[in-house]
């Protein structure tokens, strides 16, 4: 008999729930990402989904990106950047958009309050 040969990173081998579990999401989630084209599992002669290790890595970006506060399509923006192609560039790729919106988010944050106007004190016939 011969050697057992694990299978590599692209083999579509996992389930859904198995997929979702990997990832972290919800498997309604994972086929809303598939209908949108975020990731593309492979099919089974039933139309069962198969992911592979490589889908469920990105499976993991997405929902640290869609975490961090990016909107579904601006994930596909970075999937389909040129840096996004292998992983460590990806992962890179990821680390810098997420500081980036963090770096934004600080700065709105450390901004103070505008104050509140009470529009409505005039007609009240209170001075504002």
Do not use: N, W
Not at 21 to 41: A, K, N, W
């Amino acid at each position: 008999m011969s050697e057992f040969i694990p299978p590599g990173p692209e083999a579509k081998v996992f389930v859904i729930s198995v997929a979702a579990e990997l990832s972290g999401l919800h498997p309604q989630t994972l086929r809303t990402y598939d209908r949108l084209g975020i990731v593309s599992p492979g099919r089974t002669g039933g139309g069962g989904r198969r992911y592979s290790l490589s889908d469920i890595e990105l499976l993991r970006d997405v929902a640290r990106l869609t975490a961090e506060g990016l909107g579904l399509e601006g994930v596909k923006r970075v999937l389909r950047a040129p840096a996004h192609r292998t992983c460590a560039a990806g992962s890179r790729r990821v680390a810098r958009v997420g500081s980036r919106g963090g770096a934004q988010r600080a700065r709105v944050d450390a901004e103070p309050p505008r104050p509140r106007i009470d529009r409505g004190a005039a007609r009240r016939g209170v001075a504002a």
